[in-house]
């Protein structure tokens, strides 16, 4: 069974400081896999996904994530955070096959406070 | 404007009584999806449709029931049969064979 996981709850982070949110997964196949970030109160919203090609991806709002599949990792970063950057990031991962289409597995949330 | 769209956003309703939730969408997708979302517990999958006309339980469909007569919609009703039914409700949907969802804005509901 795919599931996912995300070792920090809670991160604090300066503003201006570099940011690296961590995704460990578990898939039988190669998987899908996205990162999503959700502001209180509202839905979410893609940053970035991972299908296949080149392992580092490029995202919106200046993120990247890069897969490792040696490590079956796929952590978040951006290199200098801004107050609206405090929000919850979510990790996903979803397969190609017929068994598991749109089933995606979500992380448990990491919820980054940014500091002036 | 493309988008989903999820109403109310708050909706209270005092216990024993069952409450719909609806989810609408004009990105011409196929697939359509509820989620569950408590703190601390990320996103658990409610109920999903591939199609219209047809759907099939996730995770937690236990107390919830759903539709899917037309493409742009999928209610989503909460029956006093779910014992907790308190939470935030995400919609999503995703065209076929991407595996991208994109979310709507979400309804908090309060059972009191």
């Known amino acids: 069974a795919q599931s996912v996981t995300q070792p920090d709850i809670h991160i604090t982070v300066s503003e201006g400081a570099s940011l690296e949110l961590r995704c460990n997964y578990s898939?039988?196949?190669?998987?899908?896999l996205f990162w999503y970030v959700q502001s209180p109160g509202q839905g979410l919203q893609l940053l970035l996904k991972?299908?296949?090609?080149?392992?580092l991806v490029q995202g919106i709002k200046g993120f990247e994530a890069e897969f490792k599949r040696s490590q079956s990792s796929f952590n978040l970063r951006k290199p200098s955070v801004h107050w609206s950057d405090a929000a919850e990031y979510f990790c996903?991962?979803?397969?190609?096959?017929?068994?598991?289409?749109?089933?995606?597995?979500f992380g448990a949330g990491t919820q980054v406070v940014v500091t002036p | 404007d493309g988008g989903i769209t999820q109403s109310p956003k708050y909706l209270f309703r005092k216990e024993g009584q069952n409450v719909t939730l609806s989810c609408e969408q004009n990105?011409?997708?196929?697939?359509m999806y509820w989620y569950r979302q408590d703190p601390g517990q990320g996103l658990r999958l409610i109920y999903y449709?591939?199609?219209?006309?047809?759907?099939q339980k996730g995770d937690i469909a236990e107390g919830y029931s759903v539709s899917r007569e037309k493409k742009e919609s999928f209610p989503l009703t909460v029956t006093s049969a779910q014992k907790n039914p308190t939470a935030f409700y995400l919609c999503?949907?995703?065209?076929?064979?991407?595996?991208?969802?994109?979310f709507g804005p979400g309804t908090r509901l309060t059972v009191l």
């Open positions: 898939y039988g196949a190669t998987p899908y």
């Open positions: 990105l011409n997708h196929d697939a």
């Open positions: 996903a991962v979803g397969g190609g096959s017929t068994d598991s289409w749109g089933k995606f597995q």
């Open positions: 991972y299908f296949s090609g080149d392992t």
């Open positions: 999503a949907s995703g065209s076929s064979g991407t595996d991208t969802q994109y």
């Open positions: 449709s591939q199609i219209v006309n047809d759907f």
